[in-house]
Nanobody
Framework: QVQLVESGGGLVQAGGSLRLSCAAS????????MAWYHQAPGKERELVAV???????????TYADSVKGRFTISRGNAKNTGYLQMNSLKPADTGVYYC???????????????WGKGTLVTVSS
């Protein structure tokens, strides 16, 4: 079974930084897309950033307008690892951050989505 584990959340003051990590394991052939979502208290889950592997050497990234210039999504040296670098954090960034991947497994005929359980980020003012 494919599993995702997020880490790196915590308490930080406004203007500070955090780096979230996402580690995927299981029968993964290749990860096509890795995305981060944010769910503020009492609100629905929203897409923050996504990175797509278009070739062995080229990736493409997209960001929500609210985080452009502050957050950076990337893939790690480990093949099934990803990161979200969050700078200039604001109280509105508070909430649970979820990692999601789209991947083909050895036993599946189509690409499927898999979700982590989330990591909590709290930004104080």
């Amino acid at each position: 079974q494919v599993q995702l584990v997020e880490s790196g959340g915590g308490l930080v003051q406004a203007g500070g930084s955090l780096r979230l990590s996402c580690a995927a394991s299981g029968p993964i052939v290749s990860i096509n897309d890795m995305a981060w979502y944010h769910q503020a208290p009492g609100k629905e889950r929203e897409l923050v950033a996504v990175i797509t592997s278009t070739s062995s050497t080229t990736d493409s990234t997209t960001y929500a307008d609210s985080v452009k210039g502050r957050f950076t999504i990337s893939r790690g040296n480990a093949k099934n690892t990803g990161y979200l670098q969050m700078n200039s954090l604001k109280p509105a960034d508070t909430g649970v951050y979820y990692c999601k991947i789209a991947t083909l497994t050895f036993s599946a005929s189509k690409v499927k989505d898999y979700w982590g359980k989330g990591t909590l980020v709290t930004v104080s003012s």
